[in-house]
């Protein structure tokens, strides 16, 4: 059997330094915003490389803290993908916001930015690109409009905790950069838990604020906010792991190395593309197949996991799609006919990654 994702094995150096931190948590008692969150923030943010850090509940919570904090809400549009987790354009409409979709790149599946401009109106406020798979949107673009039509960026980093744009990391080159820490996501905690990352100061003293019930000082509450905190079991896990993602997503990409070498050429195949000037982190091993329910058939048969991100466009999902009658965006519809996401992971053998490139090369031709 081989998995998508491996949560159960965890180094053992990680396991001892967690179950020390845990222990110390239950022994002072204090649960929430204690010192493992303000411990953790401050390490996010140097490793990010971003003035301030402000964690939350969950990777939705951070896209609709930062929209609340830059002063998206109703009557505003933002422009944004089809091609995501729904949770994207959910935390849109959550902050009473209208998703604008605009097609993606058929390369990178992240929006593309060609697009962009035909979609601004007088109403835009602002841009949020979901980089993909662990690949950052074309950033220099996105920016180089947004400045041009005074938008925000708020960038949806939930999959590309790490990955790099140039020199910068993704959750930097916006005004707001929004993680999660869902548990199979490339920073994963031991539940739910999320972040903003962002350079203004006023944009993170807001965002404390609405994480804590738009309280100010205790018991004044300023405006409705949400009870939206990472609490400190988590932070522990977090504070741990951190310090291991660079080497975590350096042995994700050894893997996607492995599959782009051994299904190159194949026919009807299409790996995955990766930016010169980015540093992709393979959130997700995403191929294009023409015959994607002979190879799912294959991988099942041969016991490797495999799954379809995503099925179905967010603007044809059942919760929004009377609000998007007419819109077609042909490309992210034929990508969600033919995507698939091989299993990656930090630990995922050599051996493993022959097996699952042979099963998919043997349904090709078979
Ligand atoms: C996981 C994810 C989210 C939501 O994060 P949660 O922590 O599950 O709320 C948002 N956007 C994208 C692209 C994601 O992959």
Redesign the pocket.
């Known amino acids: 059997m081989i998995p998508m994702v491996d949560l159960t094995t965890l180094r053992p150096e990680l396991r001892a330094e967690i179950d020390v931190g845990i222990k110390d948590v239950l022994d002072n008692g204090q649960f929430v915003l204690g010192p493992n969150v303000g411990a953790f923030e401050e390490e996010a943010a140097a490793y990010l490389g971003c003035s301030h850090a402000v964690s939350c509940a969950?990777?939705?919570?951070?896209?609709l803290l930062a929209m609340r904090a830059v002063g998206i809400g109703p009557g505003d549009e933002v422009i944004t993908t089809a091609f995501?987790?729904f949770?994207?354009a959910e935390?849109i409409c959550l902050a009473g916001a209208v998703p604008v979709f605009v097609d993606i790149d058929a390369r990178t599946f992240n929006l593309d930015p060609c697009l962009v401009e035909a979609a601004i109106t007088p109403r835009t406020r602002a841009i949020l690109p979901?980089h993909?798979f662990g690949q950052v949107a074309d950033m220099s673009v996105l920016n180089e409009i947004a400045e041009r039509h005074e938008l925000l960026v708020i960038e949806?980093c939930?999959?590309a905790f790490g990955a790099r744009h140039g020199k910068r990391k993704a959750g930097t080159l916006g005004q707001a950069g929004?993680f999660?820490?869902?548990p199979s996501?490339n920073l994963g905690a031991f539940g739910?838990?999320?972040l903003v990352g962002t350079s203004s100061e006023a944009i993170a003293r807001e965002l404390k604020v609405l994480r804590n019930h738009g309280s100010v000082q205790r018991y004044q509450h300023r405006v409705l906010g949400y009870n939206s905190r990472l609490d400190e079991l988590q932070a522990v896990v977090l504070r741990a792991k951190l310090r291991y993602i660079e080497e975590d997503n350096a042995a994700r990409r050894r893997v996607a190395c492995g599959y782009d070498e051994l299904l190159a050429g194949l026919d009807g195949v299409t790996t995955p593309y990766r930016e010169m000037d980015g540093y992709h982190v393979y959130?997700q091993y995403t191929i294009l197949a023409e015959r994607r329910d002979r190879i799912m058939a294959a991988l099942e048969g041969a016991g490797i996991a495999c799954a379809v991100h995503y099925p179905v466009p967010i603007h044809r999902q059942e919760a929004l799609r009377h609000r998007y009658p007419g819109l077609q965006l042909p490309v992210a519809e034929r990508i969600a006919g033919q995507c698939l996401s091989l299993p990656i992971y930090p630990g995922l053998n050599d051996e493993q990654i022959q097996q699952v490139a042979a099963a998919v090369r043997g349904a090709i031709s078979a």
């Open positions: 969950s990777g939705t919570d951070a896209l995501s987790f949770a994207t935390a979901a993909l949806d939930a999959q929004c999660s820490f869902f996501k739910d838990g999320g959130h």
